[in-house]
Antibody, heavy 126, light 107 residues
Framework: EVQLVESGGGLVQPGGSLRLSCAVSGFTFSNYEMNWVRQAPGKGLEWVSYTSSSGTTIYYADSVKGRFTISRDNARISLYLQMNSLRPEDTAVYYC???????????????????WGKGTTVTVSS | EIVMTQSPVTLSVSPGERATLSCRASQSVSSNLAWYQQKPGQAPRLLIYDASTRATGIPARFSGSGSGTEFTLTISSLQSEDFAVYYCQQCNNWPRSFGQGTRLEIK
């Protein structure tokens, strides 16, 4: 069974740090690009960060750039999100999400987020 | 950044009826558009990708259409389990962006 399990969430004071982990099973992790997506309480979805399958290409949302670092360990089959200088507005459920790709001969490559973990809750508050 | 705008914010429909949800992109995203369903307390679930391709295991009553900047998700005959929040997402450019969601509620 394809599964993503996040861990590492919790309560942290503003300015503090947390490291989220995502354990993967059921598919060949090293073949897939991965993302972190978050959802603040009662709000919509916000993409946070992306890493290519090798970890050589990385993107961040402007809201976290310079404070968060995404990484992966293909040998340990895990994805990480190091979060520093946390702010109250970072309070959210953080989802680990697999990105897949398909090819259509007419329209080219298409990307989509097809497997989501259950999420881990991060609360930033004093 | 591409801004995704969904309408309506809330849609009230009776079971068995058709629901039509809209999503507009601030610039063309080609057909790189996905739809997700989220129920309370659960993670989102992929419904549609490539604007019109159903994901594995998604019932045929869900269909997507559109390209460029205008997209539609149609649920042909609403079942009780379909009442949820639906998000569109563009996967054409970085940063990836989601719509604000449409809440589909029972009328």
């Amino acid at each position: 069974e394809v599964q993503l399990v996040e861990s590492g969430g919790g309560l942290v004071q503003p300015g503090g740090s947390l490291r989220l982990s995502c354990a993967v099973s059921g598919f060949t992790f090293s073949n897939y690009e991965m993302n972190w997506v978050r959802q603040a309480p009662g709000k919509g979805l916000e993409w946070v960060s992306y890493t290519s399958s090798s970890g050589t290409t990385i993107y961040y949302a402007d809201s976290v750039k310079g404070r968060f670092t995404i990484s992966r360990d293909n040998a340990r089959i895990s994805l990480y999100l190091q979060m520093n200088s946390l702010r109250p507005e970072d309070t959210a459920v953080y989802y680990c999400v697999r990105e897949s790709m398909s090819y259509n001969i007419l329209t080219g490559y298409h990307y989509y987020m097809d497997v989501w973990g259950k999420g881990t809750t991060v609360t930033v508050s004093s | 950044e591409i801004v995704m705008t969904q309408s309506p914010v809330t849609l009230s429909v009776s079971p068995g009826e058709r629901a039509t949800l809209s999503c507009r992109a601030s610039q063309s995203v080609s057909s790189n558009l996905a739809w997700y369903q989220q129920k309370p307390g659960q993670a989102p679930r992929l419904l549609i990708y490539d604007a019109s391709t159903r994901a594995t295991g998604i019932p045929a009553r869900f269909s997507g259409s559109g390209s460029g900047t205008e997209f539609t998700l149609t649920i042909s005959s609403l079942q009780s389990e379909d009442f949820a929040v639906y998000y569109c997402q563009q996967c054409n450019n970085w940063p990836r962006s989601f719509g604000q969601g449409t809440r589909l509620e029972i009328k």
